[in-house]
Structures are given as structure tokens and as C-alpha cells.
């Protein structure tokens, strides 16, 4: 078809953006956009046009904050096992350039508004078992515990975290593989024994390619710790040199939307497949 000025262009016809920045030579491809759907996909295609971070590093990391703030009140069952919606994921791309950060706070402000309460369940500097277990202890003589076993760990350099389980003494490695398995947690010392027995643990971490493949050993590939570790690569997406709009999602309804089902998730229960699903 040929248009000339005096023509209309089809209805359908959008403008190219020309944000886009093209993907690097080898480059995984992009998922289906069927990854995008419902209110999550409608949540990452708001705010992607107002963003330099790539919309699978919003969603990814959506999906394990939401999972992290649901709590133990949902489940899928197998046999069983109950499986809990906490999920350890890893954005890997390069530093500053990848946006990962940038990805990280849309979804940070998205979760503070949606359940206030999750804000002190957030935290940093994973580098033990004893640690972790510390932060979602049961109450224990006059020691109260935490009442709110949810923990959502976020890890800006996740490099450090490999590198402190690959140590011969550490406890973190197998820690983090009980805490996936929604296992009781428990390290018993002489001094301070501690136990978790229902916690909920996610975690969320940032690592470039390089690091990954440095401090990545074959006692981590074989053990059964990065087999719980969905690896994300991410990459700058757009070029915004002024930045978007700083609140993509206001006045859209869709963060009420995301808090109305966020507390009906956190009382669910068993969830079961529909057939399609099936």
C-alpha cells in the first residue's frame, strides 16, 4: 500500500518508538507477550514507556515481591509438599547499564503502597544462615521473636552472597535451600540456638554476567542452590535521558487493584489448576 500526504494512515498504525535501544549481538529473545497478561502485565506495560529498566526485570521482580508479601496463606500442593510463593530470583546484567536498580525501585514504591507493612520485612546483607535464621526466629524464653516471619531479601551485589556460602564453614548455602523448601530453619550452637518455624522467605538479587560466572563454583551447580535460583538476564531498554514520569501508575487504579488482591491471596489457601492450566 502507498500513502501519499493527502492520505490518512491506517487506525492500527502506531508510532514506532524511538526509545527502543536494539539488543546486543546474542541476546536471549524477549518472552512471549502472553507473560505480560492481567493485572501484572497491565501493572509492567504502564509503567515500561516511563523507564530505561527492562519490563522482565519489573515483572520478574513483581511477581517474587508479591509472592513475598502473600505470605504462607496460599499454597500449591503436591503430594505432600506445600509449595509457598517464595521464590529466589537473580537479575544478571551489566552494572549501572542494566537498570536493574531502576527496575527494583518501581517495584519497591509499587509494594510500600499496596501493604505498608512489608517495608520492615525487606532487608539486606545476606552472609550466614545464622544471620537469616535470626531475622524470622521463633519467640524463645524472654526473646519475643518475629511475629512477621515473612522476609523479602533484596542483594544490590549478589556476588558477595556466593562468595560468602563458597566458604568451607557456611552455613548460608543450605539455610537458603531450606528456606526455599519452606522448611522449619535451625542452626543449633551452644550459645544462641535459634529456630524458625514457619518462615518466608524470598530473595531478590543483582549480578553482572562476569561475577556470575566468577564466583559461581560446581559444589553451587551440583548442590541443589542455584537449581532454586531463577537467573533473569536484563538489559537497558529504552533511552530516557530526562527519565519518565515518576508515578506511571497514578490515578490508573491499578495499584488498588493489586492491594485488593494481594489480601485476597494472603488468605487462599490450597490453590488448585483449572483445566486449561492443567
Known sequence: MTLSLLDQPPEDC????????????????????????????????????????????????LLVAFGAAV???AFFTVEATRHHPNEFMLLCGDSSKARKGSS?????????????????????????????????????????????????????????????????????????????????????????????THAHVAVIGHITQHELRRHTSHVELTNGYLNRVLIIACRRQRLLPEGGHHDPLHNTGLTRLLAATLKHAQTAGDIRLDPDAR
Open 71 to 73: 505470605g504462607r496463606g
Open 14 to 61: 502506531e508510532p514506532a518508538d524511538t526509545t527502543l535501544l536494539p539488543p546486543p549481538a546474542g541476546w536471549p529473545a524477549p518472552p512471549a507477550p502472553a507473560v505480560y497478561h492481567e493485572l501484572v502485565g497491565a501493572i509492567v506495560k504502564t509503567i515500561s514507556p516511563h523507564t530505561e529498566a527492562d519490563p522482565v526485570a519489573i515483572l520478574t521482580q
Open 104 to 196: 527494583w525501585d518501581h517495584v519497591r514504591r509499587l509494594l510500600a503502597a499496596v501493604d505498608p507493612s512489608i517495608g520492615q520485612r525487606i532487608l539486606t546483607g545476606l552472609s550466614s544462615g545464622e544471620g537469616l535464621i535470626w531475622a524470622v526466629r521463633d519467640p524463645t524464653g524472654q526473646d519475643p521473636g518475629i511475629s512477621d516471619q515473612r522476609l523479602l531479601i533484596i542483594e544490590p551485589e549478589f556476588a558477595s552472597v556466593l562468595k560468602a556460602a563458597s566458604r568451607e564453614i557456611s552455613t548460608l548455602s543450605p539455610t537458603l535451600r531450606s528456606a526455599w523448601d519452606g522448611r522449619p530453619l535451625a542452626i543449633l550452637t551452644r550459645t544462641s540456638p535459634a529456630r524458625a
